[in-house]
């Protein structure tokens, strides 16, 4: 199965700021997908982004998909108290990395 | 959106007790399930997939008799950890996938604790 290595491990940042968050992985895929996780919750899912796209936006996250350099970024703007979770990639055979805790301060 | 319905979502038992969790697709035919597991802290680990009316496939350092799955029908998948003991106490997540659709939608998670 493919892996999912997210960068960095944790990132604290204050509410009104943007959060970027990196995720790399190993061999050739049809679709990198973003998920959430709130403390000792499931994983919601948050976007896809197919192999022929490079960029996707939903609402305040943008997703960019770099094929030659096999990495994507999340980027979350204007983050609030309530984006506070851990972040995770996974692509096909969705074996996660250990996700990047992202803090947001008040 | 489409739900995955998983249960029970906390689950307390005693050592050598065998523990049955659930997981259903509520509003779509979940050809393909997974199940994961995680310990505090640290990522999910990916423990089986099950394809419906197919035995499921183990990752590897999984144990088969220790972690029956049985998914008999395109939307329900079970989960029974067999003799359970406190090394197995953890959460459990399971995930579903409609035919030909690229995105897992998962559950709750299901907190088990093995006295």
């Known amino acids: 199965s493919q892996q999912g290595e997210e960068d960095p491990q944790a990132l604290s940042i204050q509410e009104g700021e943007n959060a970027t968050m990196n995720c790399s992985y190993k061999?050739?895929?049809?679709?990198l997908q973003w998920y959430r996780q709130n403390s000792g919750r499931g994983l919601v899912h948050l976007i896809l982004?197919?192999?022929?796209?490079r960029e996707k936006h939903s609402g305040r996250l943008r997703v960019t998909l770099d094929t030659s350099k096999k990495s994507s970024s999340l980027l979350i703007t204007a983050s609030r108290a309530a984006d506070t979770a851990s972040y995770f990639c996974a692509t096909e055979g969705l074996t996660f990395g250990e996700g990047t805790q992202l803090t947001v301060n008040p | 959106g489409a739900v995955v319905s998983q249960h029970p979502s906390r689950v307390i038992c005693k050592s050598g007790t065998s523990v049955k969790i659930e997981c259903r697709s509520l509003?779509?035919?979940?050809?393909?399930m997974f199940w994961y597991r995680q310990f505090p802290k640290q990522s999910l680990m990916l423990m089986a997939t099950s394809n419906e009316g197919s035995k499921a496939t183990y990752e590897q350092g999984v144990e088969k008799d220790k972690f029956l799955i049985n998914h008999a029908s395109l939307t329900l998948s079970t989960l029974t950890v067999t003799s359970a003991h406190p090394e197995d106490s953890s959460f459990y997540i399971c995930?579903?996938?409609?035919?030909?659709?690229?995105?897992?939608?998962f559950g709750a998670g299901t907190r088990l604790s093995v006295l």
């Open positions: 982004i197919r192999s022929n796209e």
């Open positions: 061999t050739s895929i049809n679709n």
């Open positions: 509003d779509f035919q979940a050809t393909t």
């Open positions: 995930s579903a996938t409609e035919r030909d659709q690229g995105i897992q939608y």
